[in-house]
């Protein structure tokens, strides 16, 4: 009942299902998180949830720790590409890996409550690459480690590290004007400078 | 300071120490981040369907529950007969020990007959998936309406089929950055089908687990410092209650979604962490076994079973582990029980084909029932709803595997599956309202697959085909998804 991360991987890569649902009960929240946060929309965040498990469970015999780093990072590096995927799909002319990328009149089909938060999110890190942006939110919102998010986008440790914190850094640089102009419509944000 | 900033602070300074002296420009920054993360609305009705889903292996599945001559035929005028019972669903499951430290707080009153009330035609809108499309705009959904089978097209595209060619349609979404890339070839080996006899009925979950008054004596109670019932208008919405013993169970009501979920404790599982034995082939339980394990285990803890129909075994995870080489086996401790929920006497199954209901998990190990998911309701609404009854149709649809499909590029493989006589079932169907889903049982055709493929067999034994007309119609309107993107890779 208790196996490890380890067992549980080997266990479903032998067919042991109920292993992979384990795995599963993990990381389903996780996934499906990081997912919505790139795509604001509830049903596609589901459907490429779901697409991102069935690709996971069609390829788990092949994965290995020491081709493809941890097996968090290796489910994130899924998840990513296919929410890519799934932007090119429906925009093959552009350039456009995840919601962020849209522009704002283009977001008809997003939940209508998070519309002004979304906007408020893209202004920040509209900016940036798509790698940069993938780091901050996993670093900031998800907390994973460097290793699971080196794993996610293909990079090693070190230079995840330096990429998020020189993104910080150029969003403090690039947001000092428009942050006046937030906080002045986050009532909640009572200090700038926090509690 | 918020501890969680402070974090984000002392790791960007580990990073990079000249940072530190721009820590009040950083705080705002950091701070609107962190507030401006959004709320993800998951959904546990997804997360426990994509869960059966993906615990559902290729194919090979053993249908115990299936012998019965009503449910092998497509006997539909035998169904419409079926349909004027009125089948209960009564869950009684008593905490009568007082080990648990609620020894006065009884589930008996969670028996009772679910109410089904019937509310003319179409009640429930069009059956979109998307409340935005909720008064015929299908096309304003997203794009990708994928769920498990994948993205939708124009039927149209495909030919409809005759009675002796093959019917050519992509599979499942398959591998996109290593092996082949596989169309599936489905064929119709059954029966000359005969929609006319189907009937018509949609079926809402509206309430959940009827606990009368015991919720509300819970909430008159007080606890230590806390006295409940001070907090005007509480209600019951979840609890665990857990037998403290290794060999005991722990147990999770959720009376509001009607989910009752019983979970054996460590004991029951015949081993801890450290000391794991994989099972050997000696070790598994026939069919049989397995469900006169789950039926004692049902009368020992008195959960009344008669708004469920027969028990399904689910054994397709020790048929494939045997399927396996010697040494390449795993065989997993656990094989599934499934009882159908029961709806004016149409059995309720899952998307995917499995069954939906009570749910039992038998250890080979211990030979104990070491999980029970029951999922009950004690409210429906009815509505009836047009159908497609045209056949040739609903063929059509079938020889995609099923109503969503991914047409695939670069197809490097093909591999013929069949498939035979369809039963009739109740499927299920979710509706979103307000960033709520709500799950319906609504008319389908569940065609098993006679004839999988050994090397690349398909995800699921049976191939469901919904039949109300807005389902398919919104289905039509959604273009299609590619799967495979070469140009993608899983790292840089």
């Known amino acids: 009942m208790l196996r490890t991360e380890d067992e549980l991987i080997h266990a479903s890569q032998n067919g042991d299902r109920q292993a992979f649902g384990e795995l599963y009960d993990v990381y389903a929240e996780k996934l499906y998180t990081f997912i919505y946060y790139k795509t604001s929309q509830r049903e596609t965040a589901e459907d490429l949830t779901s697409i991102v498990f069935m690709k996971a469970l069609r390829n788990l015999k092949k994965y290995t720790q020491t081709e493809q780093g941890s097996f968090a990072g290796w489910l994130y590096a899924i998840a990513r590409n296919t929410v890519i995927d799934h932007y090119r799909s429906i925009r093959p002319n552009d350039s456009i890996d995840d919601a962020f990328d849209l522009p704002s009149h283009a977001h008809i089909m997003e939940d209508t409550e998070h519309h002004l938060q979304l906007e408020k999110i893209q202004t920040y890190l509209k900016s940036l690459p798509s790698i940069k942006r993938d780091i901050i939110l996993m670093r900031v919102w998800q907390e994973l480690p460097y290793k699971t998010i080196a794993a996610a986008v293909g990079k090693t440790e070190d230079n995840c590290k330096m990429m998020y914190s020189r993104s910080i850094k150029e969003l403090r640089l690039a947001l000092t004007s428009i942050l006046i102009l937030t906080l002045m419509y986050l009532p909640h944000l009572s200090s700038p400078y926090g509690s | ?492």
């Open chain 2, 1 to 492: 300071m918020d501890p969680k900033l402070k974090d984000i602070l002392k790791d960007l300074y580990t990073l990079d120490p000249s940072l530190e002296a721009q820590e009040a420009e950083l705080l705002p920054v950091l701070e609107a981040l962190l507030k401006l993360k959004p709320e993800t609305p998951l959904d546990a009705n997804f997360t426990a369907e994509l869960r059966r889903k993906l615990l559902t292996p290729s194919s090979h599945s053993s249908s115990l529950a299936m012998s019965s001559p009503a449910f092998h035929k497509f006997a539909f005028a035998g169904l419409g007969g079926l349909i004027t019972l009125l089948i209960a669903v009564p869950v009684t499951y008593k905490l009568s020990q007082s080990s648990t430290g609620l020894s006065d707080f009884s589930l008996s009153s969670l028996s009772g007959l679910p109410k089904i009330t019937n509310l003319g035609q179409a009640a429930f809108g069009t059956l979109s998936s998307d409340a935005s499309s909720a008064n015929g705009a299908l096309s304003e959904r997203s794009s990708t309406t994928v769920g498990m089978g994948g993205g939708g097209t124009a039927a149209s595209a495909v030919p409809a089929p005759t009675s002796d060619t093959k019917l050519m349609a992509p599979g499942m979404p398959i591998d996109p950055y290593y092996g082949d890339v596989i169309e599936y070839v489905y064929t119709y080996k059954g029966e000359a089908l005969d929609l006319s006899g189907v009937s018509d009925a949609v079926y809402k979950k509206t309430g959940g687990l009827n606990i009368g008054n015991s919720g509300k004596d819970l909430t008159r109670d007080t606890f230590g410092p806390l006295n409940i019932s001070a907090f005007k208008g509480a209600k019951l919405q979840t609890f665990n209650v857990k037998q403290d013993a290794d060999n005991g169970y722990t147990i999770y009501v959720d009376p509001e979604n009607g989910v009752i979920s019983i979970n054996g404790n460590q004991g029951l599982w015949g081993y801890s962490s450290g000391d794991y034995i994989p099972l050997t082939e000696s070790d598994i339980m026939s069919n049989e076994d397995a469900i006169a394990t789950t039926n004692k285990f049902l009368a020992d803890y008195d959960i009344d079973t008669t708004g469920f129909g027969a028990p399904v075994v689910d054994d397709r995870g020790v048929v494939y582990a045997l399927s396996q080489p010697v040494g390449m086996r795993y065989i997993p401790d656990t094989v599934n029980i499934t009882y159908p929920l029961l709806l004016e006497g149409q059995p309720a199954y899952n998307g995917d084909g499995s069954a939906y209901g009570l749910f039992a998990m038998v250890n080979m190990r211990t030979k104990a029932v070491v999980s029970l998911t029951i999922n009950v309701a004690s409210t429906y609404d009815k509505s009836s709803y047009e159908l497609e009854r045209d056949s040739a149709e609903i063929l059509n649809l079938a020889s995609h595997g099923g109503l969503y499909y991914y047409p695939m590029e670069g197809v490097t493989k093909t591999v013929e599956i069949e498939l035979g006589t369809p039963e009739v079932i109740l499927t299920s169907h979710y509706t979103y309202t307000n960033n709520n889903s709500e799950l319906l049982f609504i008319p389908a055709l569940s065609f098993p697959v006679t004839k999988n493929s050994d090397t690349d067999p398909v995800y699921s034994d049976h191939i469901v085909i919904p039949l109300v007309q807005s389902v398919i119609d919104e289905a039509r309107a959604q273009p299609p998804i590619t799967i495979y993107n070469e140009n993608v890779k899983m790292a840089e």
